[in-house]
Every structure is written in structure tokens, then in C-alpha cells.
């Protein structure tokens, strides 16, 4: 494949992954839908490491990859965000590649960090945490385990969407897209993953996985194109 890429769970409240790639050779691969924020740092050939902030994706596209490139990417959880920067202007690949600050730091919010590593990832991000750059929105937890939080629903679904950058709806399409594409990377058949995930039947599941994976079920299957990270999810978040 065109990309390797490992990966590990974190049990930090703040982290929800922590993963690493690098590239073989150029080439492009399936940017698949994803609704986390992240901090990735992107490293090709010789050239001084940049550290991006990325926000959700709601589509899946073509992405072309480099050579000879290595990124480490720190997922946050859903609902934890940055208080001075509405998610939604992350939206859809508008990420900000954040300022140099030279001797392998970099400035975000009014302090210049340490790059982060694979190992120190969760270290790091209970720093930023500490320093405020990093909170975690009460509201989205709740609202994801069917709780009701005690405020409006006005107040809520704003709370939910300057956190999050997706509305609940467009954040379960994307994790039920994806929790298919798991299911058929390991082999379940199509129509099984169409009950397992909740849709209503094999052209449904086409058009979701065509709009939010990129290749059909058939192709995601068999597994010949390349995606970015795919993992084991949890069951798909109900309406």
C-alpha cells in the first residue's frame, strides 16, 4: 500500500488517538469523511516540520501524497475544541498550518510549543489543556450518551455545533459510514453490513460510502485502494 500507518487508542479525556504514517512513494489515496479536530505534524524530506490544525471533513475525496513524507497525527475527542476558534472554520480542509516559532516549536494560542511526538502526544495535549488552548464542551458529552444537558436546545445545538463543526446528524452519518467500511475491510458481507450499520438497503449504503469513504462497497471490501486511517469503531451514534 501506498501508506503505512500505526496507530494506537488513548485513555486520555482530551485524546481519542494518537497515529503515524509514512509514504513509500507518491501516488493519491481516499481521503475519507472524518469528524474530529486534529493536530498533525507533516514532515517531507528535508524540509522543517509543519504543524497543521485540521478540522472535520464531511466528504471524501482524492488526496495526493508525497514522497518520502511522515505525519503524526493527534485525534481529539469529539467535543473537545479550542474556545478561541469555532470549529466550522476548520470545515472541509480550511486548516490552519500554525506559525514557526524555530528551534522545533511552534505558536498556538499566545505560548510557542515543543512539536509533539508519538510517544509524548498525551502529554502534550494535558498541557495545552492546562494552559486553557484546549477545552472539553460538557454539552456534546451528554449529548452523545442520550443525556439532555440543562440548558435549552437552542443553547445546546449551538454549544454542540461551535464544538464539534457538524451538526449530531452529520456527525452520525460520518461514523456509520465508517464503522461499514470497517466491517467490510474485515470481511462481513455487504448485506449484513447494511443491517449491522443501520441502512436501508445496498444502494443506501453505496451512495453513503461513495460520498463519505470514496470507493464503492465492493471496492472497500476487497480492500486495493488506499485509505486514510480506518480503525475499529464503535457502534454508529443513533439518532
Known amino acids: ?21 509514512s509514504s513509500r512513494a507518491a501516488g493519491a489515496f481516499y481521503s475519507m469523511a472524518e469528524p474530529n479536530l486534529e493536530l498533525v505534524v507533516a514532515r517531507v524530506g528535508d524540509a522543517p516540520p509543519q504543524v497543521i490544525l485540521r478540522g472535520p471533513v464531511t466528504r471524501a475525496s482524492i488526496a495526493d ?3 518520502g513524507g511522515e505525519w503524526l497525527g493527534i485525534r481529539l475527542r469529539i467535543g473537545t475544541h479550542l474556545p478561541s476558534l469555532p470549529t466550522a472554520a476548520l470545515l472541509d480542509h480550511r486548516s490552519a498550518v500554525l506559525p514557526d516559532a524555530g528551534g522545533g516549536r511552534f505558536w498556538l494560542g499566545d505560548h510557542a ?5 508519538f510517544e509524548d502526544a498525551e502529554c502534550f495535549v494535558a498541557r495545552l489543556a ?3 488552548v484546549i477545552v472539553r464542551e460538557g454539552v456534546v458529552e451528554e449529548a452523545l450518551v442520550g443525556r439532555g444537558a440543562d440548558v435549552g436546545l437552542r443553547s445546546t445545538q449551538r ?6 463543526g457538524l451538526s449530531r446528524e452529520e456527525l452520525r452519518q460520518i461514523e456509520r459510514a465508517r464503522h461499514a467500511a470497517w466491517l467490510l475491510r474485515g470481511g462481513m458481507p455487504v448485506l449484513d453490513v447494511v443491517d449491522q450499520a443501520g441502512y436501508f438497503d445496498q444502494p443506501h449504503l453505496s451512495r453513503a460510502l461513495r460520498r463519505l469513504i470514496g470507493p464503492t462497497p465492493g471496492g ?7 485509505l486514510s486511517l480506518l480503525y475499529n469503531t464503535a457502534p454508529p451514534l443513533r439518532a
Open 113 to 117: 510549543w515543543e512539536v509533539p511526538t
Open 159 to 164: 454549544r454542540f455545533l461551535r464544538a464539534v
Open 130 to 132: 492546562a494552559a486553557g
Open 65 to 67: 501524497c508525497p514522497a
Open 220 to 226: 472497500v471490501a476487497q480492500g486495493q485502494d488506499q
Open 1 to 21: 500500500m501506498l501508506l503505512r500507518f500505526e496507530q494506537r487508542a488513548s485513555d486520555s479525556p482530551f485524546v481519542e488517538r494518537v497515529w503515524r504514517s
